[in-house]
């Protein structure tokens, strides 16, 4: 009896040390995973896309706890993504199939070669803006290259500016319900059943008929030279009954346009390389679309979730500039009716005096404005937003007039004694500081004469 006891207890405890053995076997695998994927995670971190722009993710959340976090996921936890194919500018991509561009001769907006749409999108820090330019069109697609300077990201460190070319097909402008305003490297420049900028004609059709539509948003994910899609999506309905007034610079004025408000939820749709803890539940959503069935332009994307960049992910179209057949120099105009001018054409680096080469029709207009009127004399002021300390940025506005008085001077010969300069910083806004859209306003020059 005591011999069978003891054999029992010996059995017990080989069994024991075996499932130690094991699972420490397993625990050195799991460590190994740690290691290579926390590695990963920090060469993904040094890399300058992460935060794209027009995106709401970051890219995967798995370092927002260190390396421990990672462990508990690996040793059991349940908030790993799914499974999802991932694509990348390498791939093969199959043409647009032949379509007509839609009429532009009678759009509020028209989306033509050379129109560029200027959007503001929110992130965690500060408004980062982008520059969109619309390029030359095909029988099958339209062009658009995206533009965005240096900005800060959600982790502190500074992105570097980039700029990247896509397409979308004409065919997609007429019936897609996926919207997608995030550019990156090695993403895909073309991709099918998407619409940019604007809503596809089905879209709009419906909303204009029903009230109500189902939209989808695409976003992209980083894993090293590769890109995984997801999408956040839900039922979208009209808010007001009528249209409502949204004001936007259009050609360097202040203007107010006629746009359709929608409000939705959105959840994430099939599969989902995020962690679900990374995912937005139940997000509120609202989108202004310009009421224009030529080219319903999509003047704001916003979606309230901790997951998007702390609740702040918001796209928004501040500025559009497009070609008019007789343009009027609205700087002379103003200097000669108000003696104020305000512009918003005049672009600096982020956080710098340097002044961008998209600045030049706006400071040939200054020129010619003072060719014009040779006895006037003008001085720059320079303005910013109250994003960052009053001492800041009011030696920041200092600088950008002075900058712009010094390319005056130097490239356009205009006599010194001419010209003086000043800054305000954020002393005197002409708009709200609490909204996306206000802050755009608020940073500009003027130009005031004696």
Same mark, same amino acid.
């Given at each position: 009896?005591?011999?069978?006891?003891?054999?029992?207890?010996?059995?017990?405890?080989?069994?024991?040390?075996?499932?130690?053995?094991?699972?420490?076997?397993?625990?050195?695998? !799991?460590?190994?995973?740690?290691?290579?994927?926390?590695?990963?995670?920090?060469?993904?971190?040094?890399?300058?896309?992460?935060?794209?722009?027009? +995106?709401?993710?970051?890219?995967?959340?798995?370092?927002?706890?260190?390396?421990?976090?990672?462990?508990? &996921?690996?040793?059991?936890?349940?908030?790993?993504?799914?499974?999802?194919?991932?694509?990348?500018?390498?791939?093969?991509?199959?043409?647009?199939?032949?379509?007509?561009?839609?009429?532009?001769?009678?759009?509020?907006?028209?989306?033509?070669?050379?129109?560029?749409?200027?959007?503001?999108?929110?992130?965690?820090?500060?408004?980062?803006?982008?520059? $969109?330019?619309?390029?030359?069109?095909?029988? +099958?697609?339209?062009?658009?290259?995206?533009?965005?300077?240096?900005?800060?990201?959600?982790?502190?460190?500074?992105?570097?500016?980039?700029?990247?070319?896509?397409?979308?097909?004409?065919?997609?402008?007429?019936?897609?319900?996926?919207?997608?305003?995030?550019?990156?490297?090695?993403?895909?420049?073309?991709?099918?059943?998407?619409?940019?900028?604007?809503?596809?004609?089905?879209?709009?059709?419906?909303?204009?008929?029903?009230?109500?539509?189902?939209?989808?948003?695409?976003?992209?994910?980083?894993?090293?030279?590769?890109?995984?899609?997801?999408?956040?999506?839900?039922?979208?309905?009209?808010?007001?009954?009528?249209?409502?007034?949204?004001?936007? $610079?259009?050609?360097?004025?202040?203007?107010?346009?006629?746009?359709?408000?929608?409000?939705?939820?959105?959840?994430?749709?099939?599969?989902?390389?995020?962690?679900?803890?990374?995912?937005?539940?139940?997000?509120?959503?609202?989108?202004?679309?310009?009421?224009?069935?030529?080219?319903?332009?999509?003047?704001?994307?916003?979606?309230?979730?901790?997951?998007?960049?702390?609740? !702040?992910?918001?796209?928004?179209?501040?500025?559009?500039?497009?070609?008019?057949?007789?343009?009027?120099?609205?700087?002379?105009?103003?200097?000669?009716?108000?003696?104020?001018?305000?512009?918003?054409?005049?672009?600096?680096?982020?956080? !710098?005096?340097?002044?961008?080469?998209?600045?030049?029709?706006?400071?040939?207009?200054?020129?010619?404005?003072?060719?014009?009127?040779?006895?006037? !004399?003008?001085?720059?002021?320079?303005?910013?937003? &109250?994003?960052?300390?009053?001492?800041?940025?009011?030696?920041?506005?200092?600088?950008?007039?002075?900058?712009?008085?010094?390319?005056?001077?130097?490239?356009?010969?205009?006599?010194?004694?001419?010209?003086?300069?000043?800054?305000?910083?954020?002393?005197?806004?002409?708009?709200?500081?609490?909204?996306?859209?206000?802050?755009?306003?608020?940073?500009?020059?003027?130009?005031?004469?004696?």
């Amino acid at each position: 009896m005591i011999v069978s006891a003891f054999a029992v207890l010996f059995l017990i405890a080989i069994l024991g040390l075996g499932g130690l053995i094991y699972a420490g076997c397993k625990l050195k695998q !799991k460590a190994t995973a740690v290691l290579h994927q926390t590695t990963t995670t920090m060469q993904h971190t040094s890399e300058p896309e992460r935060d794209k722009p027009g +995106s709401p993710e970051n890219s995967p959340p798995d370092n927002t706890a260190g390396p421990l976090s990672n462990l508990s &996921n690996l040793l059991g936890g349940d908030d790993d993504g799914d499974l999802v194919q991932s694509f990348s500018d390498k791939d093969p991509v199959e043409p647009c199939p032949a379509a007509p561009y839609p009429s532009q001769s009678a759009a509020r907006i028209p989306l033509q070669p050379g129109t560029v749409i200027t959007t503001a999108w929110g992130i965690k820090y500060e408004d980062v803006e982008s520059r $969109i330019e619309l390029g030359s069109g095909t029988p +099958s697609s339209i062009a658009m290259t995206n533009s965005t300077g240096a900005f800060r990201l959600d982790e502190g460190n500074e992105a570097e500016p980039s700029s990247h070319t896509d397409s979308v097909c004409n065919a997609d402008l007429g019936s897609a319900s996926t919207y997608v305003t995030v550019v990156t490297e090695h993403m895909p420049h073309l991709i099918h059943g998407v619409t940019r900028l604007r809503l596809s004609d089905k879209s709009f059709g419906e909303i204009k008929s029903s009230g109500k539509t189902n939209l989808t948003y695409l976003d992209v994910m980083d894993y090293g030279d590769e890109r995984k899609p997801t999408h956040d999506g839900g039922l979208f309905t009209r808010v007001e009954p009528d249209d409502v007034p949204y004001p936007l $610079i259009v050609n360097d004025q202040r203007v107010t346009l006629p746009a359709i408000h929608l409000a939705g939820i959105t959840n994430s749709i099939g599969k989902d390389p995020r962690p679900k803890s990374a995912r937005p539940h139940n997000a509120a959503a609202d989108i202004y679309v310009i009421d224009d069935r030529l080219d319903p332009l999509v003047l704001l994307w916003k979606e309230k979730s901790t997951a998007l960049h702390d609740d !702040k992910f918001r796209v928004e179209v501040v500025k559009v500039d497009f070609v008019v057949p007789r343009p009027v120099n609205s700087v002379e105009k103003q200097l000669k009716e108000q003696k104020r001018a305000v512009t918003y054409g005049i672009y600096f680096d982020f956080n !710098k005096d340097t002044i961008k080469q998209e600045s030049e029709p706006v400071l040939k207009q200054i020129v010619q404005a003072m060719m014009d009127n040779p006895t006037w !004399k003008l001085t720059v002021e320079g303005h910013t937003d &109250n994003i960052g300390g009053d001492a800041y940025n009011l030696d920041l506005s200092k600088r950008r007039a002075a900058a712009v008085k010094q390319a005056l001077v130097t490239r356009y010969h205009i006599a010194p004694d001419r010209l003086s300069a000043d800054g305000f910083g954020a002393s005197s806004p002409i708009d709200t500081n609490d909204t996306l859209e206000g802050r755009a306003r608020n940073r500009r020059v003027e130009l005031t004469r004696e």
